[in-house]
């Protein structure tokens, strides 16, 4: 048997092998995509998420992690690194580094608000990456998974992204599904037991206004009322006016890019893996997977380094023309 | 022709223009963007090539331009979903 | 926004979240990690301080070392020096005993030459003196009186003695 016959016939078991596992382990739909995190179980009308669930867990592991590693720091020793701590300085330290390449003035005071961002990030998007972390999950009716509670009297456009409306399915048409009805004959739904936190638009908010008010705060804090001239300037003619107000603008859609860079580059990493698993379940994913893996760390990074660059372009002095303003101290 | 498309034409809901209007938000609003977080990088590559000292500046006023050109999409996207959820 | 899964709740949660974890990371991961690796760029510092200075006492001490070589060296030459001074100096001492002493055996032995000379000279006085008169006796075969012997004896010797 020659070489090339053998290569050949490799390539071809393995693509028979990706083609067939459609049939042997495929799915017979996708599995409902919802924009919105699901609701697992609610804590006296505060809704306990899966995306929620995740945090916390990401929480836990961080803390943890910081804890074990800087163990022997904190008892004032190991100065001589190894293992966890080894990793955790080159971490630290290389995120430090790049913080004091764009400010070096003023790195100490955002770098634990930057870095946290960092981490937190990419631990929320790796985690569920994490086999199993969209696949188990509970069975709950769809108003039982909803963020927000419909309220019934007011009746809402339909919108074609929400998934059917349940008056458009009978529940006999979703008995297969892996929940089936409950008793009262309402379609029950998988939701899993955690999501990535940079797919709920809570979390990507939630870190876009920090980002913003801690630009703003850094902003206030150096200069005081004069950082309000960097947006209302009406002293330099009317172009200098109209930047200005653009200036003011892009401030306020920064929380929005924020928001949607993150949740839109992770929501759509998953929704693309579920498809790809939806196709061919098997090595064809694969691929993907590691390309999100590369998105989750690039998309912290950018949230980090825009955090960053923000507060730098905040703390830098706006008037070029020698107005006097309480500059932020050198350190 | 009209023989041709009354039948759609007839089944046009208006969910079913939500979700054209979405796709074509998110589509369009992509192209742009796309052709100038390229020309983004390749300058801030080539800039990097010719002067490899100031990789650190330019690595972040690259990231700085790419979200500026990004936050173009992002608004196309957000405006996808408000369609698409039928907020507007 | 409620389509969308905005709940204000589950925002401010992930706020007070995101400023809790700061708190803790901050506490256990960065200011640890920041504090040990400003220890330990002052320890390097320290440490190079240190070596530089060893190295600056090093190399003093091998001046040190050079200077005392130097000097061991010199005085090892001094004294060679005055040793062979010295030696020459024994040297000269040595011959100029050797060469006295010589000398003063050279006198003695011509003294004693002269005495054993003088010593022989009597005695062959004496010896010849006895020949003579054997001699005599025999020529003239007559006993002359001690008297007139004595005096031939004194006349002959004389004359020997002129002869001689």
């Known amino acids: 048997m020659s070489n090339t016959l053998k290569k050949v016939l490799i ?23 919802s924009i919105a995190p699901e609701v697992v179980f609610r804590v006296a009308g505060y809704p306990v998420t899966n995306s929620l669930l995740l945090t916390l867990l990401a929480d836990v592991l961080l803390v943890g992690l910081a804890f074990v590693a800087t163990r ?56 569920a990456l994490l086999p199993g972390m969209g696949s188990i999950g509970v069975c709950r009716t769809h108003e039982q998974a909803l963020v927000n509670p419909v309220h019934l009297e007011e009746q809402p456009v339909e919108s074609p ?124 994913p694969l691929p993907f997977y590691g390309f999100e893996v590369f998105v989750g760390f690039i998309q912290a990074f950018i949230f980090m380094i825009l955090t960053v660059a923000f507060i730098a372009m905040a703390l830098t002095p706006h008037h070029p023309h020698g107005e006097v303003h309480e500059h932020p101290t050198p350190s | 022709m009209l023989a041709l498309f009354l039948p759609i034409l007839l089944e046009i809901t208006d969910a079913g223009l939500r979700l054209l209007a979405t796709g074509l938000a998110v589509g369009l609003g992509a192209i742009g963007p796309g052709v100038g977080i390229g020309i983004a990088a390749a300058g801030a590559l080539q800039a990097i090539g010719r002067n490899p000292e100031a990789e650190g500046t330019l690595r972040t006023t690259m990231f700085i331009g790419i979200a500026f050109a990004e936050a173009l999409f992002i608004i196309s996207l957000v405006i996808g979903f408000m369609i698409g959820f039928a907020i507007i | 926004m409620e389509n969308l899964g905005i709940n204000v709740q589950l925002l401010i949660s992930q706020i007070i979240n995101f400023g809790l974890l700061a708190f803790l990371l901050y506490k256990f991961l960065y200011n640890p990690i ?10 390097i510092q320290e440490s190079i301080e240190n070596a530089e200075q060893v190295k600056q006492q090093l190399q003093r001490a091998r001046q040190d070392y050079d200077a005392q070589l130097a ?27 050797a060469r006295e002493r010589v000398a003063r055996m050279e006198a003695e032995a011509r003294e004693r030459l002269e005495q054993e000379r003088q010593q022989l000279l009597r005695n062959l006085q004496s010896e010849i003196a006895d020949l003579v008169t054997r001699t005599a006796s025999v020529v003239v075969r007559q006993q002359l009186d001690p008297k007139v012997h004595q005096k031939l004896i004194e006349e002959s010797i004389q004359q020997l003695g002129r002869m001689n």
């Not at chain 1, 790049?98 to 960092?118: E, G, H, K, Y």
């Not at chain 3, 920041?34 to 320890?43: D, G, P, V």
Request: contains cysteine.
């Open chain 1, 11 to 33: 390539v071809l078991g393995v693509v028979g092998l990706m083609v067939g596992s459609r049939f042997i382990a495929g799915m017979d739909e996708i599995p409902p995509i």
């Open chain 1, 72 to 127: 022997k720091l904190r008892n004032g020793e190991g100065l001589v690194p190894r293992g966890l701590q080894n990793f955790a300085e080159m971490s630290v330290e290389g995120i430090y580094n790049l913080c004091r390449s764009v400010d070096r003035r003023n790195v100490d005071r955002f770098f634990a608000i930057a870095a946290t961002i960092f981490f937190f990030v990419l631990f929320s998007n790796w985690l």
């Open chain 1, 161 to 284: 992204l929400e998934g059917a409306a349940p008056g458009e399915h009978t529940a006999e048409e979703h008995a297969a599904g892996p929940c089936g009805v409950d008793d009262e004959g309402h379609e029950l739904v998988l939701v899993p037991l955690f999501r990535s936190p940079s797919a709920d638009l809570n979390m990507t908010l939630a870190l876009a206004l920090i980002s913003f008010f801690v630009t703003e705060y850094f902003g206030f804090k150096a200069f005081g009322l004069g950082y309000l001239g960097k947006f209302f300037n009406f002293k330099e003619g009317p172009i200098m006016a109209g930047v200005g107000i653009l200036e003011l603008i892009s401030e306020f859609v920064r929380i929005i890019a924020f928001t949607f860079r993150l949740f839109g580059n992770i929501f759509a990493g998953e929704v693309v893996l579920l498809v790809m698993a939806f196709l061919l379940p098997w090595l064809l």
């Open chain 3, 34 to 43: 920041l504090n040990a690796l400003n220890e330990r760029t002052r320890r």
């Open chain 3, 71 to 97: 000097e061991a060296r010199r005085e090892a030459q001094s004294i060679i020096a005055q040793a062979t001074e010295r030696a020459k100096a024994q040297e000269q001492e040595l011959v100029a005993e």
